[in-house]
């Protein structure tokens, strides 16, 4: 009985590694394949192209290209660290312009917010419009509800921002009197087990609660392409327009749109701080920092700088 529980436990991991790896393999033909052929997934006229689109967004082939361009860029990147300190500076420099333009958006709220308060309170208009020539009109109460788009952007759209910028609270247990190298080894390791990890299963949830709110049929995390191209046959687009109130913002799917994208800000920011760690850790204390775009403060921001609360 023994014997046959060992090898049966041998034989299953035996089988577990060759689809590992044969899925690695796989993943060169497919990349190849969709860039190749970017009609039979972006041809959005076609419903057999959008369920395939929807499918292939969160399927292990995705999963596998994504892990393998991964793998080969660090190898490449041990080999030519320069490569790699250029696709953390490329990274790093895509996710602050991402954050820093989307920060405006909280301007954007404020100024909305007093807008709407002047509408209603001294002008006692039900509804506000915005725009020359066309004017884009709605209720007031649609406005109101729109400020959770901004606040969203702010949220989803300067997470990456804000990580890298060291913005993010962090409960230091054993980090601060550790070495150096020490650090950068919790780093890495909190970015594979932890930030990589936790982005994937986000975007595997958010990418399928996104095309639920777009499409009918509904597709189902589940069903597999076959499924899903049946389905297409029916494929209509019936996006989600349903506000909280009869007048209420009704945009709603743009939420759903946010938090995918969110996702991938933060697995693209967990491998950038993966390289950087491990950039950091071999060049030794001298290279902490280096090519960060940290933003500064100006003068009579001080008191805010590092602030408190």
Same mark, same amino acid.
């Given at each position: 009985?023994?014997?046959?529980?060992?090898?049966?436990? #041998?034989?299953?991991?035996?089988?577990?590694?060759?689809?590992?790896?044969?899925?690695?393999?796989?993943?060169?033909?497919?990349?190849?394949?969709?860039?190749?052929?970017? !009609?039979?997934?972006?041809?959005?006229?076609?419903? *057999?192209?959008?369920?395939?689109?929807?499918?292939?967004?969160? !399927?292990?082939?995705?999963?596998?290209?994504?892990?393998?361009?991964?793998?080969?860029?660090?190898? %490449?990147?041990?080999?030519?660290?320069?490569?790699?300190?250029?696709?953390?500076?490329?990274?790093?420099? #895509?996710?602050?312009?991402?954050?820093?333009?989307?920060?405006?958006?909280?301007?954007?709220?404020?100024?909305?917010?007093?807008?709407?308060?002047?509408?209603?309170?001294? #002008?006692?208009?039900?509804?506000?419009?915005?725009?020359?020539?066309?004017?884009?009109?709605?209720?007031?109460?649609?406005?109101?509800?729109?400020?959770?788009?901004?606040?969203?952007?702010?949220?989803?759209?300067?997470?990456?921002?804000?990580?890298?910028?060291?913005?993010?609270?962090?409960?230091?247990?054993?980090?601060?009197?550790?070495?150096?190298?020490?650090?950068?080894?919790?780093?890495?390791?909190?970015?594979?087990?932890?930030?990589?990890?936790?982005?994937?299963?986000?975007?595997?949830? !958010?990418?399928?609660?996104?095309?639920?709110?777009? %499409?009918?049929?509904?597709?189902?995390?589940?069903?597999?392409?076959?499924?899903?191209?049946?389905?297409?046959?029916?494929?209509?687009?019936?996006?989600?327009?349903?506000?909280?109130?009869?007048?209420?913002?009704?945009?709603?799917?743009?939420?759903? %749109?946010?938090?995918?994208?969110?996702?991938?800000?933060?697995?693209?920011?967990?491998?950038?701080?993966?390289?950087?760690?491990?950039?950091?850790?071999? *060049?030794?204390?001298?290279?902490?920092?280096?090519?960060?775009?940290?933003?500064?403060?100006?003068?009579?921001?001080?008191?805010?700088?590092?602030?408190? #609360?």
């Amino acid at each position: 009985m023994e014997d046959a529980a060992t090898g049966g436990a #041998f034989g299953a991991i035996l089988n577990g590694l060759v689809w590992f790896f044969s899925n690695i393999a796989m993943s060169f033909y497919n990349l190849g394949y969709a860039l190749t052929h970017p !009609s039979s997934w972006l041809n959005w006229s076609d419903s *057999e192209a959008v369920m395939r689109f929807v499918y292939y967004g969160a !399927s292990p082939e995705l999963f596998f290209v994504v892990f393998t361009t991964v793998l080969v860029l660090t190898v %490449i990147g041990i080999w030519r660290n320069n490569v790699m300190w250029g696709m953390v500076r490329g990274l790093e420099a #895509f996710g602050n312009t991402v954050g820093r333009v989307a920060a405006w958006a909280g301007l954007i709220m404020v100024l909305q917010q007093v807008v709407i308060i002047f509408v209603q309170r001294i #002008f006692a208009r039900p509804d506000l419009s915005f725009g020359f020539g066309v004017p884009v009109t709605f209720d007031v109460s649609w406005w109101s509800e729109e400020l959770k788009l901004y606040n969203a952007i702010v949220v989803a759209l300067c997470l990456a921002y804000t990580f890298i910028q060291g913005g993010h609270v962090r409960v230091d247990l054993v980090y601060a009197p550790v070495k150096y190298r020490t650090k950068k080894i919790i780093d890495m390791f909190g970015s594979l087990f932890f930030m990589l990890p936790m982005a994937t299963l986000m975007w595997l949830y !958010s990418w399928f609660f996104l095309w639920r709110h777009l %499409i009918v049929p509904k597709p189902s995390a589940s069903e597999g392409l076959d499924r899903l191209l049946m389905k297409s046959r029916a494929l209509r687009w019936n996006v989600e327009t349903i506000g909280f109130s009869p007048n209420g913002f009704s945009a709603y799917f743009l939420f759903k %749109i946010l938090i995918v994208l969110m996702c991938g800000f933060i697995f693209l920011q967990g491998v950038t701080f993966f390289w950087r760690s491990y950039l950091e850790w071999k *060049e030794g204390e001298e290279s902490e920092g280096k090519y960060h775009d940290h933003d500064r403060v100006g003068t009579g921001e001080e008191a805010y700088d590092h602030a408190e #609360f």
